[in-house]
């Protein structure tokens, strides 16, 4: 079974920048790929970014593309969004995501859907405002 924790949502001003990290639980957690979503209000969940389970691999939106940083720290469980250049329109509550596919292969990205992501953070609000 595996946990994820976010912390570090919050609110900033446009052009400003957020860190936001994810910490897991669950001993085989080092060897899942990873992902980031975000959900606006009375919007669906749509991709951010993933992580490959050794970080080889990564993939963004396109709409965070040169913004957002996605890396992972294995030895602590944790996975971070770096944003940078926030927008008023990147307000929405972030969630982490795990996949148990393909565990431990380094070639396997999650496809781009939230129903290939099987664990759940509970979500953080990042709202970006003057």
């Known amino acids: 079974q595996v946990q994820l924790v976010e912390s570090g949502g919050g609110l900033v001003q446009p052009g400003g920048s957020l860190r936001v990290s994810c910490v897991a639980s669950?001993?085989?957690?080092?060897?899942?790929?990873m992902g980031w979503f975000l959900q606006a209000p009375g919007k669906e969940r749509i991709f951010v970014a993933a992580?490959?389970?050794?970080?080889?691999?990564?993939d963004y939106a396109d709409s965070v593309k040169g913004r957002f940083t996605i890396s992972r720290d294995k030895a602590k469980n944790t996975v971070y969004r770096q944003m940078n250049t926030l927008k008023p329109e990147d307000t929405a509550v972030y969630y982490c995501?795990?996949?148990?596919?393909?565990?431990?292969?380094?070639?396997?990205?999650?496809?781009?859907?939230?129903?290939?992501?099987?664990?759940w953070g509970q979500g953080t609000q990042v709202t970006v405002s003057s």
């Open positions: 995501a795990a996949s148990s596919t393909w565990a431990g292969q380094t070639w396997y990205l999650p496809g781009k859907g939230p129903d290939h992501y099987n664990y």
């Open positions: 992580i490959t389970w050794d970080g080889g691999k990564i």
């Open positions: 669950g001993r085989t957690f080092s060897s899942y790929a």
